[in-house]
């Protein structure tokens, strides 16, 4: 037997594809803030990021504290 380690996933919007990369970019960053706020140890416990759009494939993001 084994044990489910227990997992949040969040996914959320952070513009349409109409938007220009700056406005992409800051309420992405927006979003981290807002998330890594809440958490206990920050980005400490989040072990991966991805973007993508609707039907695009998922490019994961390197994050630099």
Known sequence: ?????RQMC???R???REQ???DLASNAVAVWDR???K???G??????CYVKTSM???IKVEVVE
């Open 1 to 5: 037997a084994y044990r489910r380690q």
């Open 10 to 12: 969040i996914r959320d």
């Open 14 to 16: 952070v513009g349409s």
């Open 20 to 22: 220009g990369i700056e």
């Open 35 to 37: 998330v890594t706020g």
């Open 39 to 41: 958490l206990e140890r």
């Open 43 to 48: 980005a400490g416990n989040i072990r991966s």
């Open 56 to 58: 695009g494939p998922a």
